[in-house]
């Protein structure tokens, strides 16, 4: 009982840090990094519903996980596209998104 509540707690704190860091951020690459660690919060709070369902809830972990990171590789990839075009990476300053 005790592991449970270890896991609950570091996923609830995951993602109450990615809602903060996404709050209180003017820069990109933190809020993708606040936005991949709810994600991942969320991911171990679905990890411990399906703990014991089988191999479909695994496999279904493992395409949401592997979902997560293939994400934040394309955000990644269009904040380097947008810091190459407008040369800042604060998403208040990026006004205008034609290309």
């Known amino acids: 009982m005790s592991g449970e509540i270890i896991v609950v707690s570091t996923a609830l ?28 919060g969320s991911l171990l709070l679905f990890g411990l519903a399906c703990r014991g369902s089988g191999v479909v809830a695994q496999d279904l972990f493992l395409l949401v996980a592997t979902t997560a990171a293939a994400s934040e590789a394309l955000v990644m990839a269009i904040v380097l596209l947008v810091w190459e075009r407008f040369k800042t990476i604060d998403p208040r300053r990026v006004s205008e998104l034609r290309w």
């Open 13 to 40: 704190t995951l993602v109450v840090a990615g809602l903060a860091a996404i709050a209180a951020t003017r820069n990109m690459i933190k809020v993708v990094m606040g936005i991949q660690s709810m994600v991942l």
